[in-house]
């Protein structure tokens, strides 16, 4: 399986950006996912998180100004981004815990994207 995330870039306080990841591979089910970041010199941390059940959590920061949601007929995850902050600025990854194979034989495991960059300039 790989999670291939976009849509970072380069935006003004007060801006938007929308960040997608894509999963592929032999996707049977893909359970939770999430969106964590990390800024320079800084630990990785949760952003937002989507249970496959619907149940959504955010981290404290971003509350009321981020969206996580998920396509799941086409392996999706999004990021919507909204008010964005100087402090919002970090390499964005995506998260999945993402079932594998088929009637047969079935394996679950935890995936990440390779990040996408977000710079919010003041």
């Known amino acids: 399986v790989q999670l291939q995330a976009s849509g970072g870039g380069l935006v003004q306080a007060g801006g938007s950006l929308r960040l997608s990841c894509v999963a592929s591979?032999?996707?049977?089910?893909?359970?939770?996912v999430g969106w964590y970041r990390q800024a320079p010199g800084k630990e990785r941390e949760l952003v937002a998180a989507q249970t496959s059940g619907g149940i959504t959590n955010y981290a404290r920061s971003v509350k009321g100004r981020f969206t996580i949601s998920r396509d799941n007929g086409k392996n999706m995850v999004f990021l919507q981004m909204t008010s964005l902050k100087p402090e919002d600025t970090a390499v964005y990854y995506c998260?999945?815990?993402?079932?594998?194979?088929?009637?047969?034989?079935?394996?679950?495991?935890?995936?990440w994207g390779q990040g996408t960059e977000v710079t919010v300039s003041s």
């Open positions: 998260n999945a815990v993402v079932t594998v194979g088929d009637d047969s034989a079935l394996v679950t495991d935890n995936y």
């Open positions: 591979g032999r996707i049977f089910n893909i359970n939770d």
